[in-house]
């Protein structure tokens, strides 16, 4: 499948996720519903390979790096991006989100010796810009608390890192899918671990809603588009791959506006244009110069991730 398809199923379904992840908390707090979406998508996920008799053995020190990407993807940057949405709108957590291929560019360099690509700054310029404007009446109204603001950024951040994470997993040759299962698998336990220190309530929804968006969450949201959003990783660089940060809050609009109600001003129609224009910035069409680069940038991540 081209990666270009990658990337659309990617911000497509992530762009869905943010009904999904409303009608989920309605019913159990955060901390729970999170740990039931992994939960399931790592029991679809391993129990899907069993089957197939397609699950490989890993050694122990692969385990480690799956260890670290459950914690790094699937868990701590969840319970710190929904703790920073307790005390701040939606729309000022999404302009902290859409910052990731920033995050994505420094760590490359500072984690990775990758260097970024000279058309990411210009392109998240004009996302991050876009996303202000598409929630430009949040960001009037909303007052975000000092300590919000740093569980955004310290979630986006650790999202980031999880980026970088999974650019050693292959180099651990992993293979990705059953390498995603079993880190989703971690992910769960550590949720589960947390959630039991915490003392949250185990609550067992019975309603269709919930169960019907996490199913949503876990298979789609989880399962595929994390499978999607890693393999845009490996064949363009986490710099690029996190621009669907970006564009992701765009799809979700689109959808409020059929489901919600949701009325698009000029503003909001002025930063989705720009939005979009940070995209062909990023993936315009590329000149020698650019060609050559990545090509050595590639060579440089894997030798460097060895």
Known sequence: ???SVHYVLTVLIWGLTWTAIRMQIESVAVDISVFYRFVMAAAVALGGLAVLRRLPRFSAKQHGWLLLQGVTLYSVNFLLIYRAAENMTSGLLAVVFSLAALFNAFNGRVFM???PSSRVYPAVALGVTGV???FWHDLQVGNATTGALLFAAAG???FSLGNMVSLKVRAAEIPLFAGNAWAMFYGALVLGVWCL????????PTGAE?????VFLAIPGSIIAFFSYITVIRELGADKAGYATVLFPVVALSVSTWLEGFVWSGTALTGAALAILGNWVLFGRRTR???GRQTSQTSVRFKGSA
Request: net charge neutral.
């Open 197 to 204: 220190l915490n003392g949250a309530t185990w609550v067992l």
């Open 156 to 158: 986006t951040f650790w």
């Open 1 to 3: 499948m081209p990666v």
């Open 289 to 291: 110069h650019d060609t």
């Open 113 to 115: 010796g990758i260097r």
């Open 210 to 214: 919930f169960w019907g968006a996490t």
């Open 132 to 134: 202000a404007l598409l």
